[in-house]
Nanobody, 121 residues
Framework: QVQVVESGGGLVQAGGSLRLSCAAS????????MGWFRQAPGKEREFVAL????????YYADSVKGRLTISRDNAKNTVYLQMNSLKPEDTAVYYC??????????????WGQGTQVTVSS
């Protein structure tokens, strides 16, 4: 049974930082890419970032390039999202996703429950 659990969300002022974590179990973590998506109130869920199974390739949405960094630790079955220079428009529920398609950024089958990030102005 695949389980995906995010943590690290919270309330932060604009310009601040947060680090999200996502722990996955019930799968061979190192075999697949991992990704982060987000959903703001009244909007559709959107792609944020992904990382290849080895960690050697990363890809970001234009809106977060240079501010958010995705990384992974295969020994800990965990993927991270370091969020710097946060803006109010980054406010959303952030979801971890297992094995998104690297070429199209389409999400894979398994999701976490989400973690709320709120950025105040």
């Amino acid at each position: 049974q695949v389980q995906v659990v995010e943590s690290g969300g919270g309330l932060v002022q604009a310009g601040g930082s947060l680090r999200l974590s996502c722990a996955a179990s019930g799968l061979t973590f190192s075999r697949g890419a991992m990704g982060w998506f987000r959903q703001a109130p009244g909007k559709e869920r959107e792609f944020v970032a992904l990382i290849s199974r080895s960690g050697g390739y990363t890809y970001y949405a234009d809106s977060v390039k240079g501010r958010l960094t995705i990384s992974r630790d295969n020994a800990k079955n965990t993927v991270y999202l370091q969020m710097n220079s946060l803006k109010p428009e980054d406010t959303a529920v952030y979801y971890c996703n297992v094995d998104p398609d690297i070429a199209t950024q389409r999400p894979g089958r398994y999701w976490g429950q989400g973690t709320q990030v709120t950025v105040s102005s």
